[in-house]
């Protein structure tokens, strides 16, 4: 029997590796580089092991993250090449992050598995998990998306007052960011499925995790504004990630007042047309969880098609 051991990550030495796997169980390019510059930002809540075998391969790892500010709760990535399953190292990895989370005291540890991998989901049920929510991933084909038929639902609401703009028209300022954290924070909290958790602690987690990230352009976050009352009613916030052959459209969302007044549909349509004309992109991909059914709706109407996801799965610790 091969022999296992388990030391601490070392980034010059296994991101490398690190990253291809994260890439596998994301579904999204992560990089070397990248994933050092992370881990830079989050290395003080955060411990990573990697499994080697004799001959001094990896064959596994975890990456163990405290919350940033949810007191008690711990998220990981837990992953055991397809080749070396079956020998006992995804048990010995789980083994030790969960001593590492009890001395801790973690009231709750969170992961996410790909859905379309049984097997994941039923180490995780073992070891007593239950599904949260289930989130999937939506693709366009932007060269065959049709934009036209939208122009005169634009064209209504900018008569009704609504101005669509961007963060760069505004100058990125930190009075118009912090209104863009305060439309981010209320309509993701309110999503249906997110069940009112908040993604950041405050506007200057947000100002850090967002706006001063590399992924962040101030033209493509798109925004929407009430004339009549200078409320932002509206946003999309689209990229092209590092490494990426497509864009990306972080997160779309309405102002709970503002509902029910294709708003969504207006402001997505006009992050679907900067991403085309100033990304270059050919397609766009955007995640959602099941419960999101009016976003859900507004994609497949623009055309998206569903691909595979992840089970976010949780386990209380009593």
């Known amino acids: 029997m091969t022999t296992i051991t388990l030391r601490p990550a070392e980034p010059e030495k296994d991101f490398g590796v690190l990253a291809a796997w994260f890439t596998s169980i994301e579904d999204e390019p992560s990089t070397e580089t990248g994933l050092k510059e992370y881990y830079q930002k989050v290395q ?43 020998e006992g190292i995804g048990r010995r ?26 097997a994941d989901r039923a180490f995780a049920e073992r070891r007593g998990f239950r599904m949260l929510r289930h989130h999937f991933m939506m693709g366009l084909d932007l060269d065959a998306f049709d934009d036209r038929p939208y122009d005169a639902i634009i064209a209504r609401l900018e008569e009704e007052g609504f101005q669509f703009t961007s963060m760069a028209a505004l100058g990125n300022t930190e009075e118009a960011q912090r209104k863009l954290y305060a439309l981010n924070d209320s309509a993701s ?19 850090k995790s967002v706006c001063q990230s590399d992924w962040y ?54 992050a679907l047309r900067f991403a085309r004309q100033a ?18 709706a507004i994609d497949k109407k623009l055309g ?9 799965m949780e386990k209380v610790n009593n």
């Open 44 to 86: 003080e809540r955060v411990t990573v092991q990697v499994a080697v075998d004799e001959a001094g391969a990896l064959a596994g790892f975890y990456w163990l993250s405290r919350h940033k500010f949810e007191a008690g709760r711990f998220d990981f990535s837990l992953f055991v090449p397809p080749e070396r399953r079956g």
């Open 93 to 118: 990895l789980y083994a030790e992050m969960t001593a590492i989370s009890e001395v801790a005291q973690a009231a709750k540890l969170r992961a996410s598995v790909r859905d379309d991998s049984p």
């Open 189 to 207: 909290a309110s999503t249906p499925g997110a069940e009112g958790e908040h993604a950041w602690e405050s506007f200057e987690d947000f100002q």
């Open 217 to 270: 352009k101030p033209d493509g976050q798109i925004v929407v504004i009430d004339t009549a009352t200078g409320e932002w009613a509206a946003m999309s916030a689209i990229t092209r990630l590092e490494g990426n052959d497509y864009a990306y459209n972080l997160f779309t969302g309405v102002d709970q007042r503002y509902r029910g007044r294709k708003l969504g549909q207006a402001v997505k349509v006009s």
């Open 279 to 296: 990304l270059g992109a050919h397609q766009v991909r955007t995640h959602h969880n099941m419960k999101n059914l009016p976003m859900i």
């Open 304 to 312: 998206y098609v569903q691909m595979p996801g992840t089970f976010l």
